[in-house]
T-cell receptor, first 111, second 115 residues
């Protein structure tokens, strides 16, 4: 069964620190992986999409990496800010139309 | 930046009633999706829609559910006879033409509460 896991479920980090969020998936035959941000009671904001042929993708202070062989992706956030506090979701396209989501990591940046 | 728009933001319905959730995808997008998120659980895929037909659906998307693109801009999800367990946040998403290398863009969701 194709599954996506995110550990830890919650993370608290002092403002200004760099941090890494983890995502693992069970099937290495993926098309792409998308990282989202979800604020409480809100929709999903797409942060980065990384293709299966790519090793990493960058947008501003965010950097996503992909290691298909080990079934892992990381989202690196540099110089964290209180406004980065949100739930971060990893979603994998295993080669069909749907995204398979992880349960997310709830990130709190402590001022 | 273009957005996916969903209405209403919150819908309260009596069990057994029909409900229609509405979405306006981004205008040049051709692939449309519905997902749902039960409180405290993962976001789950329901259905994908392309070229005026369902391209894939999950086990959740049974005969009580239907989707429609009634005109050139709207994309709707209908639940025929709602159950308590249909209470969830429902998200609409869309993406551009092309293989799966385009990101899916999500709306803010409709919170459906079944009483």
């Amino acid at each position: 069964k194709q599954e996506v896991t995110q550990i830890p479920a919650a993370l608290s980090v002092p403002e200004g620190e760099n941090l890494v969020l983890n995502c693992s998936f069970t099937d290495s035959a993926i098309y792409n992986l998308q990282w989202f941000r979800q604020d409480p009671g809100k929709g999903l904001t797409s942060l980065l999409l990384i293709q299966s042929s790519q090793r990493e993708q960058t947008s501003g202070r965010l950097n996503a990496s992909l290691d298909k062989s080990s079934g892992r992706s990381t989202l690196y956030i540099a110089a964290s800010q209180p406004g980065d506090s949100a739930t971060y979701l990893c979603a994998v396209n295993f080669g069909n139309e749907k995204l398979t989501f992880g349960t997310g990591t709830r990130l709190t940046i402590i001022p | 930046e273009p957005e996916v728009t969903q209405t209403p933001s919150h819908q309260v319905t009596q069990m057994g009633q029909e409900v229609i959730l509405r979405c306006v995808p981004i205008s040049n997008h051709l692939y449309f999706y519905w997902y749902r998120q039960i409180l405290g659980q993962k976001v789950e895929f329901l259905v994908s829609f392309y070229n005026n037909e369902i391209s894939e659906k999950s086990e959740i998307f049974d005969d009580q559910f239907s989707v429609e693109r009634p005109d050139g801009s709207n994309f709707t999800l209908k639940i025929r006879s709602t159950k308590l367990e249909d209470s969830a946040m429902y998200f609409c998403a869309s993406r551009k033409e092309g293989q799966y290398n385009q990101p899916q863009h999500f709306g803010d969701g409709t919170r459906l509460s079944i009483l």
